[in-house]
């Protein structure tokens, strides 16, 4: 592990943009904390990253005993349950994180999500549509 002493990430919640986001960041090297409110994701991930851990991350206290404030990035990658994410996004901020990735799934989530301080919001289906259709419109689709 190269870059463990440089970066350090968290990321909340483990569908499958998280998972695959701590996965990502893992084999990078770097430390990856992650955190899930749900035993059976936190037993399923228990050996994939540094830390794996059972925590409600709207729970500001959870958040401050997990040392959140030593993370420089954190990433919030709650998709469904939209009221914890913004909770979540709304906690770390208090808290002072330096550095806020939320996840979003609409134009008003994204718009939420910046309003109370996320430093970048990701929405996937349309980051991901938009670079295959560029991808695609650039391409010589003929060529194939
Ligand atoms: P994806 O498209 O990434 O799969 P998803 O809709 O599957 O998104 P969700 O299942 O909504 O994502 O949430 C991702 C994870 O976040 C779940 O494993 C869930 O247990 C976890 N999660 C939800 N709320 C909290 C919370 N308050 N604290 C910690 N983890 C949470």
């Known amino acids: 592990k190269l870059k463990s002493d440089t970066k350090q990430f968290a990321v909340i919640g483990l569908g499958r943009f998280g998972s695959n986001m701590a996965m990502s960041l ?8 992650a955190i899930d409110k749900n035993m ?7 050996n994939a990253f540094t830390h ?24 919030v990658a709650i ?21 806020i990735v939320s996840m979003a799934r609409s134009p ?4 939420v999500l ?4 996320a ?5 996937p289906e349309r980051d ?6 560029y991808n695609l419109a650039s391409t010589n689709v003929m060529d194939y």
């Open 26 to 33: 893992y084999k990078m090297g770097y430390d990856v904390l």
């Open 79 to 99: 998709g469904e349950d939209i009221e914890a994410n913004i909770m979540t996004t709304l906690q770390l901020k208090e808290i002072g994180v330096k550095y």
């Open 52 to 75: 794996v851990v059972q925590a409600d991350s709207t729970d500001e206290n959870a958040l401050r005993e997990l040392g959140i404030l030593n993370f420089d990035v954190v990433v």
């Open 128 to 133: 991901m549509a938009q670079r295959v259709a």
């Open 114 to 117: 910046e309003k109370i301080g």
């Open 119 to 123: 430093d970048r919001v990701v929405a």
């Open 108 to 111: 008003l989530q994204i718009k």
């Open 40 to 46: 059976k994701k936190v037993q399923d991930f228990s």
